[in-house]
C-alpha cells in the first residue's frame, strides 16, 4: 500500500497571516538536558530504535502543547540535521541506513500529526536539512555544483514521502544555498533556507544577509519559498534589518538562540547557556516589527519549550514592548554560562 500524499505542499499554510511555532534547540536540549549522547550532533540515530523514538515524542510533546494552546500553527522538524550521507558515513551509517533515518523521521511526524493537527493548529510536516560542513564556521566553501551533488540523495528521499517542503537550517554561505535550491527545484519539493549569522549579522564568511538572500534569488529564480535567520541571539542581527528593502519580505520565520554569546565562545562552552526567557519573547516583538512577513517563530541553541511559549504570550499580548531606537534590544541583565 502506497503512502498518503503530502498534505500541504502545493499550500503552505505558515505563507499566510496566522502564526506557526516550530521547536527549540533539539539537539541542545537533548545533549544537555536530557544528557543523551548525540555523536557529532547527531539526533537522528535516536529514530532507530525504540527508546529513541520515545525521546523524540516527548521531546516535541510541550511544543505541540503550546501551539493548541495559542491557536498557532506547527512546524514539525525532522531530527534529520545531521542525516545527509557525509554526516552519515562519519558515523559509520550506509546510504541505506540514510535513507531509512529520512524516511522514519517522516513517519514519525506524520504519525503526530494524525493525532495531534485541528483546525486551529494545522501541521506542517518538515524536512529538514543541515549543512555539509561545520554549522558556525566551515572548513571549506564548496561550489554551488558540489553543493547540488551532495545535497540531492536526502533531498529526493525527503521528496518521496509525506514532507510538506524541507528547510535548510545553519546555512553559512550562498553557494551552498544555492546548491541545495537548485536540488530541491529538481526534486519538485518547497524549500526554504535559514542562514546562520554573526555577532555583527554577517554571515561567517562576510557575506551581508542581504546580498546572501539576493544572491541565491537572483541565482535560482526566487526558488526558496522564503528564508529565515537562525543560530544567533536576536541582538546580532536585529540592527541588519532596519529599512523597507525589499529582501526583508523574504524573511518568514527566525529561529535564534539563547545566548548572547558568539559561535566561538559557544564551541568553548561545557554548560548550556539558557539565557532568559522571558526577554528572549520580548526580542521577537521587536523582530515582528522590523519584519513584515515574519509569521514562523521558534529557538535554535539553548532554546527549549519555556521559549518559545514566552514568544507566543509576547506576540499575542500585542508585542509588550516599546520600539526602542534603531539596532538595539531591550535592556538585559548580564546571562551567566548554566541553566
Not at 12 to 23: A, E, R, V, W
Not at 163 to 177: R, W
Request: charged share 20%; hydrophobic share 40%.
Amino acid at each position: 500500500m502506497s503512502k498518503p500524499a503530502a498534505l500541504y505542499r502545493d499550500n503552505l499554510p505558515q505563507l499566510g497571516s496566522k502564526l506557526f511555532i516550530t521547536d527549540g534547540g533539539l539537539e541542545t536540549t537533548l545533549l544537555f538536558l536530557r544528557k543523551l549522547e548525540l555523536p557529532l550532533f547527531a539526533a537522528f540515530p535516536l529514530i532507530g530504535s525504540d527508546e529513541g523514538l520515545a525521546h523524540l515524542q516527548a521531546y516535541f510533546e510541550p511544543y505541540l502543547d503550546i501551539a493548541t494552546q495559542h491557536k498557532a500553527g506547527m512546524i514539525l522538524d525532522t531530527p534529520t540535521w545531521r542525516a545527509s550521507h557525509g554526516w552519515g558515513n562519519l558515523l559509520g551509517y550506509s546510504a541505506v541506513d540514510i535513507q531509512f533515518f529520512n524516511e522514519a523521521s517522516i513517519d514519525l511526524l506524520a504519525e503526530i500529526r494524525a493525532h495531534r493537527a485541528t483546525a486551529d493548529t494545522p501541521i506542517v510536516i518538515n524536512g529538514v536539512i543541515g549543512p555539509q560542513d561545520d554549522g558556525y564556521s566551515p572548513n571549506r566553501l564548496r561550489s554551488i555544483d558540489a553543493s547540488h551533488n551532495y545535497h540531492s540523495h536526502q533531498v529526493e528521499v525527503l521528496a518521496r514521502t509525506q514532507a510538506d517542503m524541507i528547510t535548510a537550517l545553519t546555512i553559512t554561505y550562498a553557494e551552498e544555498a544555492i546548491g541545495l535550491a537548485r536540488a530541491a527545484c529538481e526534486a519538485e519539493i518547497p524549500v526554504a533556507i535559514s542562514f546562520t549569522v554573526e555577532t555583527d549579522g554577517r554571515l561567517p564568511n562576510g557575506m551581508s544577509l542581504q546580498q546572501a538572500i539576493e544572491i541565491t534569488d537572483d541565482s535560482t529564480y526566487a526558488a526558496p519559498v522564503y528564508y529565515m535567520i537562525n543560530c544567533a541571539h536576536p541582538s546580532h542581527f536585529t540592527q541588519v534589518l532596519d529599512g523597507n528593502e525589499s529582501w526583508l519580505d523574504r524573511i518568514y520565520g527566525v529561529r535564534a538562540n539563547a545566548s548572547r554569546m558568539s559561535h566561538a565562545e559557544l564551541d568553548e562552552a561545557s554548560e548550556l547557556d539558557d539565557g532568559n526567557p522571558h526577554e528572549f519573547g520580548q526580542d521577537y516583538a521587536l523582530l515582528k516589527k522590523r519584519l513584515p512577513n515574519l509569521s514562523i517563530v521558534g529557538g535554535c541553541c539553548g532554546t527549549d519549550h519555556r521559549h518559545i511559549g514566552a514568544i507566543c504570550r509576547t506576540l499575542s499580548a500585542g508585542g509588550g514592548a516599546p520600539e526602542p531606537p534603531p539596532g538595539q534590544l531591550t535592556a538585559a541583565a548580564p546571562i551567566s554560562c548554566g541553566i
